[in-house]
């Protein structure tokens, strides 16, 4: 079977699930009875405002026609308006979205890039005084809070040592923004060769990375130390040693074979991932679709939350989708027509 | 010549339970024999006996809580209990080679088989070239008996059959020219129409390079029919060795008999057997002599450790009452 | 090549007394030994705060605010002028008194669950693996902040829907033992001996799957303290002057830009103290109770 028609059916069978997931996330937001009218209008309004903001708003049709209403009309990609800021979810969102990506891509790369390397060789030194040490600082990684981390790096680094700007948000005031490009000032500073841009959202950037890669260094280091020791028991690598090939080579070996598990495991990780970098954004001020999800959490706009726990969940399944491919592509035992 | 010499060896595992109390488990005990050039021997006995560790106590394969307590074990003279891993990886693979069972499982899944055989080439002659390595892994899988070699080395582990992949650990085993090979239940898993094609082919080469070989199994047929020599193990103590063909004709042991005694040509169920009984405890052995629990005739000297009686030069039994018992 | 099971019968009973066991337990496993003495610590601390803690947590002391660390004030005052130590010790009750009812709730919900749809299988087994394999999709601090502030601000919200969303992994734990369990050649021979199937089911497999749940719920009682922290840190579920860590993590954040550190570090402190304590205990008991891993420890 061909790439594209396993990508097809894969996608196909994830229907039902975003089905569920948009039914899950519109339940969601009604589970509590709070009266988004009351919200919306504020609670001196009398009761004839509120019965027609309800009739606007549809709250007074039975929950599953609403539901319907909502469906299909997120499938055309309305996904209603913020009650807040009165702009459309949809398009809040979509602009925020690549913001939180640039964070969740630097942030998850650098905790892997250390993190796998240092759960390789825990796992080949395991129960030495390296695998000791390592699996402590996972213990701790898993128990610091990414909200906690994220102050106290704020006032270490640019309280007591200045080295950092102040957490404003992704790029300093006094420096004006390039053209959008990839919405990514990063990226769109080095395309317009704005190298004030570069400098400053780089500096802006340093902190929040940092505090992703700590939180999701717990997790991988963790996954990569287990699955390592399981491919070092293996019976393959024991025919590796018997035949005389050398550590290095071995240690080549072991990392290969364990690569395929390890990837999966941070697709699923990224998950709970885009939840942290949500949380680090609302620290940190980064303006991108965490800070704007959680905000709306806090205040109530019902149609910003569904949108947003919209957003992560497709965003997972889109993860979930593509290593699967992944794997499928670089794996000589993966079979198509699985 | 004798390749390999084994000399008291001693293998325990070494753990800690719950309480943080010592648990030992002697898995190999006072183990001694040898192999020599152009000769195969058989070690032969029941899951558990210690055969297979035999094997990775030789290979420095151990892994914790598994060690060597105790014993020497030489080959061509030099010590290999006490050898550095960089010493070690020389001889292993080149000199002494080991095929295991679960064939499929050997392989590393994600190279191909050309480049695993090849590999195992260059790691001990790093001047070769990848080409060359190459062709030599190919020829070594044409010797093996695999069909079409040059297009077969691009195949992927788990699209061979449990022979083939045997045929390309063999072949992996050879490459570099060995002394010694020790099969590891080489035929565990096998057909058995395919089983007879490895050994056989392990035969043949062992004749034509006078190679020296070790061949662990629990199948007494196999030893029967392919080895010189036989080795019978029990809780991990050799009870008996000797010629194939004095072993399995006089069998001096009661464990040996018993063994014999329970082929299906042998078995007359009109006689009451006695033998029977679980696995050794290598927790808690006896003692005296190990089989004393499933021994039909034990006696009041038994809980001394029997000596190693021989019956004739080449004949050895470790019980009270070897002689003039079978 | 194998080591097969047969090798490694079961040791003789031992005589060691009990105390030195226990004292062999704790210098085998420093980490588990950590754990349980943080647990212990906080516990007590939990227990006894009302008595031992020198001022009121909710007391406002208009003339101190924003107080450093002083001998009348262990951890400084913050904001409102309540003491920082005070509500430090305090809060530990709202830790274990969410995390103690959540975990439980986790357990009482997954632990059947989890039993019954690996035992019966068929279609309700698919229908509740599938329904909880697609809440994966969710990141759980955003679930568990939406519900909660969607149901509203109580107590007991909280640990309800806390203890609800991590029942999942009881569930999946427990199912995968039983699914082992069934297939394997101890239950076949209890059935060959004649025990009526659900009885063996029950017994064995409460016995043996219920191993792995306890090193669990440790791990879990550290998330459902983590959770609470963070969903008190946004103000969800949480009221404003209960001494909670997260909450008061929350307004020691306004001050961290400006260095009245003290207002945020101490609960953050204490809180990764507790988190880790029980996270060290779970792993330490993960490590006792699976014999590969104790087996590879000298």
Redesign the interface.
């Known amino acids: 079977m061909s790439v594209s028609r396993f990508l097809l059916r894969r996608l196909l069978l994830v229907v039902p699930l975003l089905v569920f997931i948009a039914f899950f996330t519109f339940m969601l937001t009604r589970l509590g009875g709070q009266d988004a009218a009351v919200l919306i209008s504020g609670p001196n309004s009398t009761a004839e405002e509120l019965d027609m903001i309800r009739a606007e708003l549809g709250l007074d049709q039975p929950l599953l026609t609403q539901f319907w209403i909502y469906f299909s009309n997120a499938v055309q990609g309305d996904l209603g308006i913020s009650w807040i800021n009165n702009r459309p979810v949809l398009t809040d969102l979509l602009v925020r979205l690549p913001v939180t990506l640039e964070l969740l891509f630097w942030g998850v790369g650098l905790g892997a890039l250390i993190g796998i390397p240092v759960g390789l060789r825990a796992a080949r030194d395991h129960n030495k005084r390296f695998d000791q040490i390592v699996r402590f600082f996972s213990l701790l990684g898993f128990s610091i809070p990414t909200y906690f981390l994220g102050l106290v790096m704020i006032l270490v680094f640019f309280f007591y040592l200045g080295w950092s700007p102040p957490a404003l948000g992704r790029i300093s005031l006094m420096v004006s923004p390039p053209p959008s490009v990839t919405y990514s000032y990063l990226i769109d500073g080095i395309i317009a060769a704005r190298w004030d841009v570069v400098q400053s959202a780089f500096s802006q950037l340093i902190l929040p990375v940092i505090a992703m890669a700590i939180v999701a260094s717990a997790p991988i280091i963790k996954q990569t130390r287990a699955i390592a020791m399981d491919v070092l028991a293996s019976e393959y690598v024991r025919t590796s040693e018997a035949a005389g090939l050398s550590r290095r080579v071995i240690q080549k070996i072991v990392a290969r074979n364990s690569m395929t598990p390890i990837i999966t495991f941070i697709g699923t990780e990224l998950t709970a991932l885009i939840g942290t970098a949500s949380v680090l954004e609302f620290i940190f001020a980064w303006g991108g679709m965490g800070q704007y999800g959680l905000q709306a959490i806090i205040h109530g706009d019902f149609a910003a939350v569904q949108g947003y726990v919209l957003a992560l969940a497709l965003f997972s399944v889109l993860v979930f989708v593509i290593i699967d491919l992944v794997v499928v592509l670089i794996e000589p035992r993966a079979d198509l027509t699985a | 010549m004798t390749l390999l010499e084994v000399k008291n060896l001693h293998t325990h595992f070494i753990t800690r339970d719950i309480g943080n109390q010592v648990q030992v488990a002697k898995a190999l005990n006072s183990v001694s024999f040898q192999v020599e050039a152009g000769e195969i021997l058989g070690l032969v006995g029941e899951t558990g006996a210690g055969k297979s560790l035999t094997a990775l106590s030789i290979m420095g394969l151990l892994r914790p809580p598994a060690e060597i307590v105790e014993g020497a074990i030489s080959f061509e003279g030099r010590d290999l209990v006490n050898m550095r891993i960089s010493e070690l990886n020389k001889i292993r693979g080149a000199a002494i080679a080991m095929v295991g069972q679960n064939p499929r499982g050997a392989l590393d899944p994600l190279t191909r088989i050309g480049e695993q055989i090849a590999r195992v080439a260059r790691a001990h002659n790093p001047k070769l070239s990848k080409s060359n390595a190459a062709t030599m892994a190919v020829a070594a899988m044409d010797r093996v008996g695999i069909a079409d070699a040059p297009a077969r080395a691009e195949a992927w582990p788990h699209e061979l059959s449990g022979g083939m992949a045997q045929r390309v650990l063999i072949a992996m085993a050879l490459i570099n020219g060995p002394r010694l090979l020790i099969a590891d239940e080489p035929t565990t898993g096998l057909d058995v129409t395919v089983q007879a094609q490895i050994l056989d082919l392990l035969r043949e080469l062992v004749q034509e390079l006078n190679m020296g070989a070790m061949i662990i199994t629990h199948d007494l047929g196999v030893v029967a029919q392919y080895c010189n020599r036989t080795a019978v193990m029990y809780a991990g103590r050799i009870v008996e060795e000797g010629l194939t063909g004095a072993v399995f004709s006089q069998p001096a042991h009661p464990y040996t008999q018993a063994l014999i005694g329970s082929t299906p040509e042998k078995l007359d169920f009109s006689i009451d057997l006695d033998e029977g009984g679980g696995p050794p405890n290598l927790y808690g052995l006896p003692p005296g002599c190990h089989y004393i629990d499933r021994c039909p005739r034990p006696a009041d000297a038994c809980v001394r450790i029997p000596s190693n009686v021989a019956i004739s030069e080449s004949h050895h039994a470790l019980c009270h009452f070897a002689e003039g018992s079978s | ?4 099971e ?7 009973p ?1 005589e ?1 007394s009990l105390g ?6 704790a ?2 496993s420093g ?1 588990t030994t950590f754990g349980v003495i943080v647990v212990v610590v906080f516990g007590v601390v939990a227990l006894i705060a009302p008595l031992v803690i020198p001022y009121d947590p909710i007391a406002i002391f208009t003339d101190r605010l924003l107080q450093p660390p002083s001998a009348e004030h262990w951890f400084g005052t913050d904001g409102n002028g309540m003491d920082v130590f005070s509500r430090v010790l305090y809060a530990a009750r709202y830790a274990f008194g969410v995390a103690v009812p959540a975990v439980t709730i986790s357990v009482l919900i997954g632990v059947p669950l989890g039993l019954l749809t690996g035992y019966r299988g068929g279609m309700f087994d698919e229908v509740t693996v599938r329904l909880m394999d ?10 568990a ?3 909660v ?4 601000q109580s107590l007991l919200n909280v640990i309800l829907i806390i203890g609800i969303l991590d029942s999942p992994v009881f569930v999946r734990l427990v199912r995968a033992e039983v699914l082992q369990l069934r297939s394997s050649t101890f239950v076949e021979a209890a059935v060959a001996t004649g025990n009526p199937v659900r009885r063996i089911l029950f017994v064995h497999l409460l016995l043996n799957s219920t191993k792995g749940a306890m090193a669990q719920v440790a791990v879990r009682a ?1 998330w459902a303290v ?1 959770i609470m ?2 969903l008190a ?4 579920g949480i009221e404003a002057p209960t001494p909670e860590w ?1 909450s008061m ?1 929350r307004q ?2 306004e001050f ?4 009245q ?1 003290w207002v ?2 101490f609960p ?1 402190v204490a ?2 103290l507790l ?2 304590g029980f ?2 205990l779970g ?1 330490g008991l993960q490590d ?1 109770f699976d014999p590969r891993r ?5």
């Open positions: 090549m194998t080591t097969t047969v090798a490694r019968v079961e040791a003789d031992t060691y030195r066991r226990i004292i062999g337990l210098r085998r980490t697609s809440l994966r999709v969710f990141p759980l601090i955003v679930l902040l939406a519900v502030a969607a149901t509203g550290a983590r922290a963070t840190f946004f103000g969800v997260g993590i020691g954040a961290m830009a400006t260095g550190w945020g570090i953050g809180l990764i988190v880790l996270n060290m792993d006792l104790r087996a590879e420890k000298r």
